[in-house]
């Protein structure tokens, strides 16, 4: 039994009854109609897979355009249903035209029932196909509009990246290779999603592939794809990571984590711009950006023989640095409002802001984590708050994790930790405010706000 349900419409009685007896029994349902008038309501009520539609409707007819005008109506209201159109009249000129107009087939009265069955059950496979199409680009759309909300612009304004910004539009546009670098947490994957949303293929898939969890032995059955029949459970043939984001853009995460047999293969599909499934010799023609990150010193890698060079001539023809965190300054203010706003929505809460303790102490951590670290540290503290200001406790940071220019003193009040480490800062750089403003991780607006705050 198919599960797919028929519209049959035909004047003739006669045709009607036999058709609704014969296709009972291999389609779920069937549902029969004597004028094509009856079709937007019959379309509205019921889930219909294949039509199956008359091209004559009006006595003494033959020349099938009353079949051509309803094919045309059919799919103006959705041009993915599969009509089949049926008459009584041979006309090779007719059926071409019918098939150009958007049918996919064309069947002549009195039929043959193997041959109809046969017609009806490709044209089925046809329309659960174009489903999952649809449903797919559905997901697509959605995930799309996902990641544009999550990652819809980088937070910024300290100088690495403000850099960084002027960097991406210019390479951005182009479909050069990127390698971005950076500890963990710093953002790569915001950086990445940001090159293909500043790109031509911004509309076709951005697909991540987090190489550092990918189990070696399903590296090229994950990435290349395979041919049914590869090995026991390749029971279809699959596509890759490649060729699903063909048109679009490709991010592999952790390239750093790849073995060296790993690395030759990846190698081989940057340069011939080919795929080869597994199981198969045919050679598939991608044709995707290439944005690739890693945490890992690639260059020492080469120098000791664990990373091939000439993989990393590929991968790097622009490179992005991103800076820790502690390093952007009063950005890590920015980027806690940002991500307390979120929250709030997130868990219904109305917390204004941080107190002023609760972000001399965000300025003045290390944040090991990074902006990863930041963002649960603030999901965490708007999930405990009971006020409307985040306070100091709230935050539960470490305190080994802070300046190391302060003093082992554990006494000291917020204010006067900053205090001293503003002076610290002055006095090592022998009064440049600049350098002092670089190694406090401030610019020299906020260094100078401080020094007026301290009466320095």
């Known amino acids: 039994m198919i599960e797919a349900t028929v519209l049959v419409i035909d004047d003739?009685?006669?045709?009607?009854?036999?058709a609704r007896l014969f296709l009972k029994q291999h389609f779920r349902q069937v549902i029969t109609c004597?004028?094509?008038?009856?079709?937007?309501i019959?379309?509205?009520?019921n889930e219909v897979d294949i039509i199956l539609l008359d091209m004559n409707y009006q006595k003494g007819a033959s020349d099938g355009r009353e079949g051509l005008y309803w094919l045309d109506h059919i799919l103006?209201?959705?041009?993915?249903?599969v009509v089949i159109l049926m008459t009584a009249y041979g006309n090779v000129e007719l059926a071409v035209q019918a098939i150009k107009k958007g049918a996919i087939d064309f069947i002549l009265k009195p039929w043959e029932n193997e041959k109809l069955f046969a017609t009806l059950s490709s044209a089925s496979k046809l329309r659960q196909s174009n489903k999952k199409v649809k449903k797919l680009e559905k997901i697509h759309s959605s995930l799309q509009k996902d990641i544009n909300r999550q990652f819809e612009?980088?937070?910024?304004?300290?100088?690495?990246?403000?850099?960084?910004?002027?960097?991406?539009?210019?390479?951005?546009?182009?479909?050069?290779?990127?390698?971005?670098l950076g500890d963990n947490g710093t953002g790569k994957q915001v950086f990445a999603y940001e090159l293909h949303r500043l790109s031509q293929r911004k509309n076709q898939l951005f697909m991540h592939v987090d190489l550092g969890s990918l189990n070696e032995n399903?590296?090229?059955?994950e990435l290349f794809g395979y041919a049914k029949g590869a090995f026991t459970d390749a029971k279809d043939d699959k596509p890759g990571r490649f060729e699903m984001a063909e048109g679009g853009t490709i991010f592999l995460d952790e390239i750093g984590n790849l073995s060296l047999p790993l690395q030759a293969k990846l190698l081989s599909v940057i340069q011939n711009r080919t795929v080869n499934?597994?199981?198969?010799?045919?050679?598939?023609?991608i044709n995707v950006r290439l944005i690739t990150a890693t945490n890992m010193p690639l260059n020492e890698m080469v120098a000791k023989g664990t990373f091939r060079q000439d993989l990393l001539f590929r991968i790097n023809t622009v490179e992005l640095f991103l800076p820790a965190l502690a390093e952007r300054g009063e950005d890590i203010l920015l980027l806690a409002d940002h991500f307390l706003h979120a929250f709030n929505t997130k868990y219904h809460k109305s917390i204004t802001t941080f107190n002023d303790k609760a972000q001399t102490m965000m300025l003045h951590y290390h944040w090991p984590g990074n902006v990863r670290e930041l963002q649960h540290v603030v999901e965490r503290a708007v999930i405990m708050s009971d006020g409307q200001q985040i306070q100091p406790n709230d935050l539960q940071l470490s305190p080994q994790k802070f300046g190391s220019m302060l003093?082992?003193?554990?006494?000291?009040?917020?204010?006067?930790?900053?205090?001293?480490?503003?002076q610290k800062a002055i006095e090592k750089h022998k009064g440049n405010i600049s350098k002092a403003a670089a190694d406090l991780g401030l610019t020299r607006a906020a260094l100078y706000r401080r020094i007026e705050k301290f009466n320095l």
């Open 34 to 40: 004597k004028s094509p008038k009856e079709l937007n």
């Open 12 to 18: 003739d009685d006669d045709i009607l009854l036999s």
């Open 153 to 180: 612009n980088i937070l910024g304004n300290s100088d690495p990246i403000k850099q960084l910004q002027r960097t991406l539009i210019k390479v951005a546009p182009t479909d050069a290779n990127v390698l971005i």
């Open 277 to 285: 499934r597994l199981g198969e010799s045919k050679e598939r023609k």
């Open 218 to 221: 399903l590296f090229e059955s």
């Open 42 to 45: 019959l379309l509205s009520n």
């Open 76 to 81: 103006s209201i959705d041009k993915d249903y």
């Open 407 to 422: 003093s082992p003193q554990t006494n000291l009040g917020l204010e006067e930790m900053e205090k001293t480490m503003v």
